[in-house]
Structures are given as C-alpha cells and as structure tokens.
C-alpha cells in the first residue's frame, strides 16, 4: 500500500504544467543580453576574476560590445523581427544540417612514411589504475 509522501512525490512529479508554463514553453520570443565593457579597478578585477562577477557603482557608464540572443546566439540586427530559431531547431548552432554538409578531410601522409601500429592501452579496471591511466599524479 503505497504511503501518502510517495503519492504527493509522483502527483508532483507528473503533474501537468499550468497554462503559464506552457505559454513560457511556446513562446518563440529572444531573449536578449548584451556583451559588455566595463572599465575596472585592479582591486574590482581581482574580484570579478575570483568570483565571476562584481558590482559597480551608480553611474557607471557600461559599453555594450555586441547584443544578441542568449537562446539563438545571433546578433539583434540580424534576428530581430524573427522568431527564435533555437526554440524550434538549434541546428544552426552545430554548423548547419550535417546530411548536406562537407565531409572532413583526411590528411595526407608525407612522401615515405609508415603507420605502424602500437599497443593497446587499458583504460578501465585495476590494471589502468596501476598503470597510471586513471590516477591523479
């Protein structure tokens, strides 16, 4: 007989989403960010490095290097009286449709030289541990 926490976790977890959600999941809008330049201090940079982020002060003149959607990753002038294309097909970010694209070049190898194979390397198990495959140095 199931208890009643397992059977609020399974509604919860298959429940249907609300209509707010689901207008989130369909919405085609970009969503805009702006890569920017900031002038810093040498202290404000040590801790933009450390961090990944800072606060600056009011007033601070923020240049903006290029804006673009964050989904799509395609400039504002570009995209910006279309749909995102992210939200329906992201293949433009994997270089196109892969069926029509250009296969890799094979390298040549030079005038006079000779593959010869090597050994075989262990990579899992206690042998590739003694070996020093997967042991940190």
């Known amino acids: 007989m199931p208890t009643p926490v397992l059977d609020q ?21 970009h ?9 810093v201090e040498k202290k404000i940079a040590k801790i933009a490095d450390f961090r990944g982020s800072f606060t600056t002060t009011e007033g601070t003149r ?6 673009y959607c964050r989904a799509c990753r395609r400039p504002y002038e570009d995209v910006a009286d279309i749909d995102c ?8 970010l994997i270089g196109g ?5 250009a296969k890799r070049k094979i390298p040549t ?7 010869l194979p090597g050994g075989t390397i262990q990579r899992r ?6 070996a020093g495959v997967s042991r940190p140095r």
């Open 9 to 29: 976790l399974e509604f919860d977890l298959f429940a249907n989403p609300t209509p707010e959600q689901q207008t989130e999941m369909k919405s085609l809008a």
């Open 31 to 39: 969503e805009w960010i702006v890569a920017a330049e900031v002038r």
């Open 62 to 67: 923020v240049d903006a290097l290029e804006v």
């Open 85 to 92: 294309e992210a939200l329906i097909d992201n293949r433009h």
């Open 97 to 101: 449709d892969q069926s029509v694209r």
């Open 109 to 115: 190898p030079p005038p006079n030289s000779q593959l």
């Open 125 to 130: 198990g206690i042998n590739a541990y003694v």
